[in-house]
């Protein structure tokens, strides 16, 4: 399989085309615009950040002689190390994000997760490891570097005396080649507070300028600092929104969240931190390994047959309590199917038949309780 | 390439300009610093002149007090525009998180200190404007054509240095609330002490030589020189214009080696 199947947000990124940030009618459910990516890398294909060298990302026509252009990964981030006195906050930190892909670094408080954004936005110097981020050292990049990237801090920055036109207007002067200024505000959804000062905005409503001002010198990457902490649902789902907006517009955007529905929402990859370690990389579904284990199907069985009756199947002997059957298989898809096919020819019916897979939240937990576990009796 | 080309960042100049426009917008909206930078020294001349005058009899040299009264409080309008509206203001800017917002964006650092010393410049003058228009009018006071620009020479010493002081100063207030108590903290005991609001003649000689050590003193006595007739020559002696600088030279120094553009760690 080419790798450049796996990238069908692969758009060519340009100044024109400019995300619908909230798409018309958006009282509809965030859920149902989920605009997954047609194909979706094996997991297997990007679990780790060895297979994910050098990519074709652009189909665009490099106007030469016609070949795709091959453009690097947007963040190279290598045995990434940063101490604060004698508190080792990131430690050997590697991984990289391709153009035009939504990654998600997630964990829990103090997982390290802003400190590493910090460093890529050149907010901070690393104590070691080495940093890529469109081509440059971010502690040295300058302005060069910073016309090209766009940051949503996780809080404020913002002068509350000033109009939203005014603010996203400043901003949009101190870079090359802005987005219009108009558009932005409108494409933000803000369009009607336009002569509106700073301090009389909403939670949500701020979190719109916030994304317009990250977004009005036209980035090539966003980084997105736990874009939705301390939001009520409704203005999550209106950041949700925005940020699926951008997908379309082909924007680099790197994430962090302690949020599992969060990042199971946005992200084609997710990096979960602990304690300073990137201890799994994972495309959301396959968080854990949950894509391909431990799906739990489950079923009353009928009185008038006993457990003994069931049918040889690919599964565990099944755990009968009460008439309660439980089983746990690797494949679920022929589990069902010889089950089903079992129960039509004896003419019963499977009640409470249930297909379910282990949480996000269980592969979650399990994940960042093991390497806590790991990390308590390393030290 | 071409890419990079497209992306030439903007002259620094034009940046420059556009940051002064937005730090005069923001402290035209904003209540306190129009209080601190215009009202303020108003209501000192206005009541200090009229509440209780000291005698002509009573002042160095037989000077009308008014004569006085409208430099020294000229040097107290450049200690607010440049020194309290700079602590308090860049204190709330960086604790906003508005300066690490910048930061993140291509607008040069250099600029964001001439937005905000060119806006201390632009409204030292305003406010010094008004000081001498309402003296002229209502207090009869006037002006040594000669000596103005020893006058205008010692506000720009001094708007530099307490700009450069008022910049230093934020890398101590570790909090906004902080910020307004520490300025004013600082800066009324120096006034009081280095000419300001009364001349300094009869006080003793060790607090005369205190108020010398800093640099609030030779500014306010050199453009209160420049408002009395006897006045020939530069009126800051050398000793004074190594204080100012020596001053300045040291809130570079902290500058450079102590101002962040991040919030304080929350405690």
Not at chain 1, 190 to 196: F, N, S, T, W, Y
Not at chain 2, 46 to 68: D, K
Request: glycine share 10%.
């Amino acid at each position: 399989m080419p790798v450049s199947a796996c990238r069908p947000k692969a758009s060519a990124h340009t100044s024109t085309a400019l995300p619908t940030l909230v798409p018309p009618g958006a009282e509809t459910s965030p859920l149902r615009g989920r605009d997954l990516p047609p194909e979706r890398c094996p997991a297997g294909m990007i679990k780790g950040p060895t297979s994910l060298g050098v990519q074709p990302t652009s189909t665009e026509d490099d106007g030469m002689d016609g070949a795709p252009t091959v453009q690097p990964p947007a963040i190279v981030v290598e045995r990434l190390r940063k101490d604060y006195g004698g508190l080792r906050a990131v430690d050997g930190v590697s991984f990289q994000v391709r153009r035009g892909e939504i990654y998600a670094l997630l964990g829990p408080n103090g997982a390290g997760k802003t400190t590493t954004v910090e460093i890529l936005e050149g907010h901070r110097h690393r104590t070691s490891g080495s940093v890529q981020v469109l081509g440059f050292d971010p502690g040295g990049g300058g302005r060069r570097f910073r016309e090209r990237i766009g940051i949503v801090l996780q809080s404020g920055g913002v002068d509350a005396e000033l109009t939203v036109r005014e603010m996203v207007a400043l901003y949009a002067s101190f870079y090359a080649r802005p987005r219009d200024v108009a558009a932005t505000i409108e494409q933000a959804g803000l369009a009607g507070k336009r002569r509106v000062r700073v301090r009389a905005l909403s939670g949500g409503q701020l979190r719109r300028l916030d994304l317009a001002l990250a977004l009005v010198g036209d980035p090539e990457l966003l980084f997105l600092d736990e874009p939705t902490t301390g939001f009520d649902p409704n203005a999550r789902r209106d950041a949700w929104e925005m940020i699926a907006g951008l997908r379309h517009g082909g924007t680099t955007i790197l994430l962090t969240s302690h949020y599992l529905d969060e990042v199971q929402h946005l992200a084609d990859r997710v990096g979960v931190m602990s304690h300073g370690h990137l201890v799994e990389e994972s495309t959301p579904d396959a968080l854990g390994g949950r894509d391909i284990a431990g799906t739990v199907v489950s079923f009353r069985l009928p009185t008038a047959l006993p457990a003994a009756e069931l049918p040889a199947g690919p599964w565990d002997l099944p755990d009968d309590r009460d008439g309660e059957v439980t089983m746990h298989t690797d494949e679920p898809t022929r589990v069902l199917f010889t089950l089903t096919r079992w129960a039509v020819g004896h003419g019963v019916e499977l009640e409470g038949l249930t297909v379910a897979r282990p949480s996000l939240e269980d592969a979650y937990l399990r994940i960042t309780d093991d390497a806590s576990a790991g990390g308590r009796s390393g030290r | 390439m071409a890419a990079d080309a497209a992306r030439r960042s903007r002259p620094g100049p034009l940046l420059a300009l556009g940051q002064i426009r937005y730090q005069l917008m923001l402290l035209l909206r904003s209540p306190l610093g129009f209080f601190i930078t215009l009202i303020v020294p108003l209501l000192l001349l206005i009541s200090l002149n009229v509440v209780h005058p000291p005698t002509a009899a009573s002042m160095p040299g037989g000077l009308r007090y008014a004569q006085f009264l409208t430099p020294a409080v000229s040097a107290f309008c450049l200690l607010n525009a440049c020194y309290v509206t700079t602590v308090t203001s860049m204190v709330l800017a960086r604790e906003e998180g508005i300066l690490k917002r910048l930061r993140g964006t291509p607008l040069p650092a250099w600029t964001y200190f001439c937005g905000r010393s060119g806006s201390a410049l632009v409204t030292s003058l305003v406010s010094i404007g008004i000081i001498i228009a309402t003296a002229l009018v209502f207090f009869h006071v006037s002006i040594i054509w000669r000596a103005m620009g020893y006058f205008a020479a010692a506000a720009a010493l001094g708007m530099m240095c307490f700009f450069l002081l008022g910049v230093a100063v934020t890398t101590a207030v570790p909090k906004t609330d902080a910020a307004l108590p520490i300025a004013y903290g600082t800066v009324l005991p120096l006034a009081f002490i280095s000419d300001v609001f009364f001349p300094a003649e009869h006080a003793p000689h060790w607090l005369y030589d205190l108020a010398s050590a800093f640099p609030v003193a030779p500014v306010a006595r050199a453009m209160e020189a420049a408002f009395n007739p006897a006045t020939h020559s530069w009126p800051m002696p050398a000793t004074g214009l190594l204080v100012v600088l020596g001053w300045s030279a040291a809130a570079t120094a902290v500058i450079a080696l102590r101002f962040r553009w991040e919030p304080s760690p929350i405690q």
